[in-house]
């Protein structure tokens, strides 16, 4: 039960903005926004996540909608390596579902040169 | 700071045969997962501990043990293995639940014939 749509790709010229949506519909008060991505196989890498603000650091933005239904990723200027696949995750903030973790199949981002 | 070892990287194992995928961490972090990804899919939680001495199964727990005796270590044992277990096994620390990333090792490729 992933809880979370994301399209199964997406293409991106490389120096443009890549804009990843998510729906997550169901999602409850208290579950968190998170974004991972996996490079070829590699171990998946934390991205950024937030509850209810938009958030930003050094790799990305994440614009959560007011009623916290759906979320964007923001790769502001996006580079060759950031062709990965892109997954949005929510996850409760504490209780008995630690580890719950759900990985759909993500986005499949592809930047263009 | 190494973050999440694993080791090893690539096994080929024979129906039957047993096996320890060792996954170690240096960032003093009580929580610890094992996750598998087969082919096109996202990752499923197979066992998770939340401190030495305290491990839980997730998802997908059939044919694997875990042990933790110590916080940096949480090794996930394979007993008889069955091509169905042929996989990259991913292992993933975090400091806490809710508001916490999680590190992921680079992960073991494991097939099974």
């Known amino acids: 039960d992933a809880k979370t749509t994301q399209p199964p790709s997406m293409d991106c010229a490389e120096g443009r903005a890549a804009n990843l949506p998510c729906n997550h519909s169901?999602?409850?008060?208290?579950?968190?926004v998170y974004w991972y991505r996996q490079i070829h196989s590699q171990g998946p890498q934390y991205i950024i996540h937030?509850?209810?603000n938009n958030e930003t650091n050094e790799m990305a933005s994440l614009i959560i909608t007011e009623d916290r239904k759906s979320s964007t990723l923001i790769l502001p200027h996006a580079t060759l390596r950031d062709t990965a696949v892109y997954y949005c995750?929510?996850?409760?903030?504490?209780?008995?579902?630690?580890?719950?973790?759900?990985f759909g199949r993500g986005t499949q981002l592809t930047v263009w040169p | 700071n190494a973050g999440v070892t694993q080791t090893p990287k690539f096994r080929i194992l024979k129906i039957g045969q047993s096996m320890t995928l060792q996954c170690t961490q240096d960032m003093n972090h009580n929580y610890m997962y094992w996750y598998r990804q087969d082919p096109g899919m996202g990752l499923k939680l197979i066992y998770y501990?939340?401190?030495?001495?305290?491990?839980d199964k997730g998802e997908v727990p059939n044919g694997y043990n875990v042990s933790r005796s110590t916080t940096e270590d949480f090794p996930l044992r394979l007993e008889l293995a069955a091509p169905s277990q042929t996989s990259v096994y991913f292992c993933?620390?975090?400091?806490?639940?809710?508001?916490?990333?999680?590190?992921f090792g680079s992960g073991t490729r494991l097939t099974v014939v």
């Open positions: 937030g509850l209810k």
């Open positions: 993933a620390s975090s400091y806490g639940q809710g508001a916490y990333g999680y590190t």
């Open positions: 501990s939340v401190g030495a001495g305290i491990t």
């Open positions: 169901t999602i409850s008060g208290n579950e968190y």
């Open positions: 995750i929510v996850r409760v903030g504490r209780g008995s579902t630690l580890g719950r973790l759900y």
